[in-house]
């Protein structure tokens, strides 16, 4: 069992940037990636980025490349996602998961474990 805590969530004006962390509990030798996901009002969750836990592997959705950067501290069982040049469109409720299946992971469905969500508001 994984058992993975969102937190940096908030409230920030267009142009700006947030930092959010997710912790993960002790077991994480059987992860394979973790990623990070969003789920804006009345949309479905969508996949955001995604990172190799052992090589550090990344993948971006189109929307956030080139302003968004995933990243992890394996000592401490972390993983960060920085947010810069947001957008009032990256308004969303992120929510961390982790896969312990190997493959592209990109897909809400190859990810066994998430976090309860952090708000994240751009206002314009």
């Known amino acids: 069992q994984v058992q993975l805590v969102e937190s940096g969530g908030g409230l920030v004006q267009a142009g700006g940037s947030l930092r959010l962390s997710c912790a993960a509990s002790?077991?994480?030798?059987?992860?394979?990636?973790m990623g990070w996901f969003r789920q804006a009002p009345g949309k479905e969750r969508e996949f955001v980025a995604r990172?190799?836990?052992?090589?550090?592997?990344?993948y971006y959705a189109d929307s956030v490349k080139g302003r968004f950067t995933i990243s992890r501290e394996n000592a401490k069982n972390t993983l960060y996602l920085q947010m810069n040049s947001l957008k009032p469109e990256d308004t969303a409720v992120y929510y961390c998961a982790a896969s312990t299946n190997v493959g592209l992971a990109t897909a809400l469905s190859e990810y066994r474990y998430w976090g309860q969500g952090t708000q994240v508001t751009v206002s314009s």
């Open positions: 002790a077991r994480t030798f059987s992860i394979y990636a």
């Open positions: 990172i190799t836990w052992a090589g550090g592997t990344t």
